[in-house]
């Protein structure tokens, strides 16, 4: 792509399947010249579909459409010797390497970092894989299943009681693990100068889901009262109606927090006698009810279709939302607007719709402009070796890749925090632009440090807003307005997750701050970007993914769809968000323009039900819940099954003979291992539901911890299904330092995340959230330049406040 943000910057990938592709399609999108190295038999996705038809061929995969658009293919036997001196040969000239081997097989071919190093010192080498290059499971097997249930993320927040917990019906591990990849990756590369070369980013797809999604909410109370919660199968606890409702034609998440939203859902349901009672206005009180609560909307729901039910709350301020199917995503209106499906033509293929872009740059459009490569189609390509000397060691400490860059971050609650804290870690100095005349909601959540209820001590603020400082001021005051406008001048980025229109009604749109800081980038990420006939929709994160089709592939197989009952939309558009600043960055290194970043949060979400949208496009099938199954059917078993003790689980995949071998062997070769309806791969998908029930009833038996080193000795892809007060205790994520104790400037000790990717060069800040208004002096007077009378007027006017 002539022109994109990231054009010049040169990448090879040697991976397959869905998270090194993934994080290297993000990188082309936005045009990375991406040469795809492929084995002779190709990326397996070649053979995993979905096809038209459903007649395989290894040019016609959808899965392997969607994650490699763009890219240019070479065929490479790394395992020979002219295989590997070829494949030296490329990342010689190279920025950037994608991969997601097994890292013990990266060591045996001597294409470990160390290594590769040697051959290229400004290589920034970007490793994807399920539990990490470090640690005692990283030479485990493991698989996007295997991730995401050690992560926690299920046993917390997706299935019913008593039944197994659930992963949402795609890749989602593997997509949350890309995505962190691309952010960590691209500033470890525009941050060479400061960091004095390339480094090693080593993302575990586990790890980064249990620090940013399970443990940012949970770990904090887990460690200081030891005690935690699981998974209801309803939805968010903390008050109600607050779950998926089934309705007359399929289910709306109905999900109302705020008193006036309550009060909307009543004159939306005709304002009935029992919803009235003002107690009902207190979200608290409406939680202690759900009982209630739940029954009599649902009379209600059963009487009218998702899209009136979603069309009637959202007029009337309430934040409710149809549970979009894939084909109601993929034809919606709203994205037809946004020109979010795409167009390809492929030579065996012809022409076919794809997801574009997760994320609108005006000045730097992105999305796929090619479709994926024919295997081998660039034989013999190479990036030529830069003739630049490498980036020259630091005189002193090593600086961090985005040191230099200053953010006023005016995001609310979790999503905006997110992308906040991603920059914050990377290096970037980033200050929350937040009031007392309203409090973010975020400083609200229980539980508080050492049980004191006040707004500078919701533990889950401390960890969800590590690493963003704090500047007081009073919007609703013209004061306040130039004081921001002031800064935002000082700044390079300005995030904002509000609705469409508030930031231009406050006199902060991006016209206006162009004016004050021609080369800003603001960052803008409401929930379905900022024009289209869904451009005023009322969500949470929690309910975003009901408009993206992922809500609708979650569940146990034939039955409704179980909430996932907490935002992991939030955290993921976080980290996306960081990564789209970073790219927009990168566009004004290049050219020395700003611009105003649209994300649309429904678009970036929506790219982790790709393998289901092509399904769709290709053949019409509508997917539905999946429980634990494979996505695509390439693996049986794969799930999650009972072990000993209580509301204890394994995941088990197997992907292969070899791994089925492994599993029988474990097993002790029973009989019914040999039955011919067990026989093959294709055989036991077919027979899925009778062969989990065989490896059920097995595992039963067993402790998870003792079952999954067994089988991870027998070569099958297993690992314990974690619940929050596992995570503290797990030895791979205390060898990795996943969770750390800091002391907050109140005095009191608590546990947070800390630096959920490792990098090899540069090493992340992390600290608590702030406490309010705690870089006011520094921002107003060192910065700014305010007199000190000035100033104190301004604090004693409550302007600073």
Known sequence: ???????????????????????????????????????????????????????????????????????????????????????????????????????????ELALDYASLAGVNPDLVMISITPFGQTGPYADWRGCDLNAFHLSGASHRYCG????????????????????????????????????????????????????????????GGCAQDGIFDSRSGIG?????????????????????????????????????????????????VRGQNRDIILPLTREWTMQHGKFEIMEVCQAEGAPVTAIFTIDEAVEHPHLAAREYIVELEHSELGRFRCLGAPFKLPASPGGPQTAAPLLGADQGITFPRRDLPASPAPSG?????????????FGWVWAGPMVGQTLAFLGAAVYKIESRARIDMARTIPPFAEGVRDTERSLSHHAGWAGNGSVTLNLKTPEGIELARRFIAECDVVVENFAPGVMERLGLGYPELAAVRPDL?????????????????????????SITGMDSLTGYVGGPPIPMENAYSDPYNG???????????????????????????????????????MDYVMNGRIAAPRGNRHPLDRAAPHGVFPSSGDDRWISIAVRDESEWQGLVAALGAPDWTGDP?????????????????????????????????????????????????????DPHFRDRGTFVEVTHPLGFSETIYGAYVKTSRSEAGVGPGPIMGQDNEHVFLDLLGLPEDT?????????IH
């Open 1 to 107: 792509m002539t022109g994109g943000a990231l054009d010049g910057l040169r990448v090879v990938e040697l991976g397959e399947l869905v998270s090194a592709p993934y994080c290297a399609r993000l990188l082309a999108d936005y045009g990375a010249d991406v040469v795809k190295v492929e084995p002779p038999a190709g990326d397996p996705s070649r053979a995993w579909g979905p096809f038209p038809d459903d007649v395989a061929h290894p040019e016609r995969s959808g899965l392997f459409h969607f994650l490699n658009a763009g890219k240019r293919s070479v065929v490479i036997d790394v395992e020979t010797p002219a295989g590997r001196a070829a494949f030296l040969d490329l990342v010689a000239g190279a920025d950037v390497l994608v991969e997601n081997n097994p890292p013990a097989r990266m060591r």
């Open 791 to 799: 100033y104190r007027k301004l604090v004693a006017d409550e302007v």
């Open 397 to 409: 400490p090593v600086r961090a890749p985005l040191d230099g860059i200053r953010v006023a971050n």
């Open 521 to 545: 980038v603001m960052f803008s990420m409401p929930a379905a970007g900022l024009y289209g006939p869904l451009r005023d929709l009322r969500t949470y994160g929690l309910s975003l993914a």
């Open 236 to 284: 968010m606890g903390l008050s109600a109606p607050n779950a998926i409702v089934e309705c007359k034609d399929g289910h709306v998440w109905m999900l109302v927090l705020e008193t006036a939203q309550w009060q909307g859902l009543v004159r939306a349901m005709g304002s009935p006698d029992w919803a009235t009672v003002d107690m009902f206005d207190d979200m608290f």
């Open 677 to 729: 309806v067990f026989a093959s791969s294709e055989a036991r998908v077919q027979n899925v539901d009778a062969l989990h029930a065989r490896v059920a009833e097995w595992t039963a038996g067993f402790d998870n911890r003792e079952l999954a080193a067994t089988l991870q000795q027998h070569g099958v892809a297993a690992a314990p299904v974690s619940s929050v007060g596992d995570l503290l205790e």
């Open 575 to 613: 980290i996306m968000g960081a990564y789209a600043i970073l790219v927009a960055l990168s566009h004004r290194d290049r050219t020395g323009e700003g611009q105003h970043v649209d994300y649309s949060q429904q678009e970036a979400v929506m790219q982790m039900v790709g393998p289901a949208v």
């Open 160 to 219: 019913r009681p008593g039944e197994a917990p659930l992963e949402h019906g795609t890749f989602s591990a593997d997509f949350y693990g890309a995505v962190t990849a691309a952010a960590w990756g691209l500033a470890a590369v525009m941050g060479r100068t400061n960091t004095g070369g390339g480094q090693h980013v080593d993302v575990s797809c586990a790890e980064a889901i249990a620090a940013t999604f399970v443990g940012g909410q949970n770990i």
